[in-house]
């Protein structure tokens, strides 16, 4: 699976816009972008993912380039309870593997 | 989350003993998972099964077996606990390689 690079911290004022950027240029053709975040000590939690084109779901949008090099996770108008760590993590769909997850960026929203 | 629970949530053991630590699902997703979180390495696979009796290791399997006779659940024992065990544990479960994967609220162990 493609290797990816997140910056570790990053802040955001409340009701802004908060963009998660993710590297991942080695991603291949057949690997997915997943967002995943972790809130404290409680259980990573499913956000979105994607392959190729942008996706938008309750929670986030995830902005792809067209080279598939970098992606942006994107929550509208961030709150306090968005505090926690963001994984992006890149994987095939190979079937027997299983998500890798890396350090995270921490993003701390502002009130 | 709905649908999976982890037992026990909390654990205090002592080195050298064994321990089962419990995840089960009610959501009958094929694919399972353990992971340990520890401060500063993040999330590390120990085990994960894609079915009944299909087992395959993680990057951190030592030291650890799992089991899954039942859809429902899957086990993870600590044959004989070290201290560098102590670590929190998650279950995750998936309904299969494409799609999200759904976590427990952890179990924390501590082995002294």
């Known amino acids: 699976d493609a290797k990816t690079t997140q910056p570790p911290s990053m802040d955001c004022a409340e009701g802004r816009a908060a963009n998660l950027p993710c590297n991942h240029s080695?991603?291949?053709?057949?690997?997915?972008v997943y967002w995943y975040r972790q809130i404290h000590s409680q259980g990573p939690q499913y956000i979105i993912h994607?392959?190729?084109n942008n996706e938008t779901n309750e929670m986030a949008s995830l902005i792809i380039t067209e080279d598939r090099k970098s992606s942006t996770l994107i929550l509208p108008h961030a709150t306090l309870r968005d505090t926690a760590v963001y994984y992006c993590?890149?994987?095939?769909?190979?079937?027997?593997?299983?998500?890798?997850f890396g350090s995270g960026t921490r993003l701390q929203v502002q009130p | 989350d709905a649908g999976i629970t982890q037992s026990p949530r909390h654990k205090v053991t002592e080195t050298g003993t064994p321990v089962t630590l419990r995840c089960h699902q009610t959501?009958?997703?094929?694919?399972m998972y353990w992971y340990r979180q520890d401060p500063g390495h993040g999330l590390r696979l120990i085990h994960y099964?894609?079915?009944?009796?299909?087992?395959d290791k993680g990057e951190v399997s030592d030291g650890y077996s799992v089991s899954r006779s039942k859809t429902e659940d899957f086990l993870l024992t600590l044959e004989s606990a070290t201290s560098s065990q102590t670590s929190v544990y998650f279950c995750?479960?998936?309904?299969?390689?494409?799609?999200?994967?759904?976590f427990g609220s952890g179990t924390r162990l501590t082995v002294v």
């Open positions: 994607g392959l190729k």
């Open positions: 099964s894609y079915g009944v009796k299909d087992t």
């Open positions: 995750a479960i998936s309904e299969g390689s494409n799609y999200g994967y759904t």
């Open positions: 959501e009958n997703h094929r694919y």
């Open positions: 993590i890149v994987r095939g769909d190979t079937g027997r593997r299983a998500l890798t």
């Open positions: 080695t991603i291949s053709g057949n690997e997915y």
